[in-house]
């Protein structure tokens, strides 16, 4: 049996005590062995697309400009005007960060142009 992870929160504790319990056998079950129980999915629902900007410039100020969805052309424009041109230019990256490596907007920008060329 896989072990499946969910948290456990018993209405009647202290402080809204969560616990963990593993081998459950399916999401929304009750477990039989913790009396009044509510069982509670620890996964998290499927999350947003996020995206940041890091801009950096030659004084040492630096400025993160992140948002939840995908990000538009006039946004990449619109952010590379405002903090852009006087900065390193910023480097976009999607998340999972880990799974992404920062690219210069300038990048994304032409990528996001040729995009909207094509719709």
């Known amino acids: 049996m896989q072990p499946k992870h969910f948290l456990l929160y018993a209405p009647g504790s202290k402080n809204g005590v969560l616990t963990t319990s593993d081998y459950l056998q399916e999401p929304g079950e009750r477990d039989t062995n913790q009396g009044s129980t509510t069982l509670v999915s620890a996964q998290p629902e499927r999350s947003v697309a996020m995206w940041k900007i890091n801009f950096q410039y030659s004084d040492g100020g630096k400025i993160k400009v992140s948002n939840k969805g995908k990000i538009t052309l006039e946004q990449a ?15 976009y990256q999607e998340s999972p960060y880990k799974s992404h490596q920062p690219e210069h907007l300038t990048k994304v ?11």
């Not at 920008?109 to 094509?118: A, G, H, T, Y």
């Open 109 to 119: 920008i032409n990528r996001l142009r040729k995009e909207n060329e094509q719709d």
């Open 77 to 91: 424009e619109r952010y590379y005007r405002q903090y852009g041109i006087h900065s390193d230019g910023g480097f």
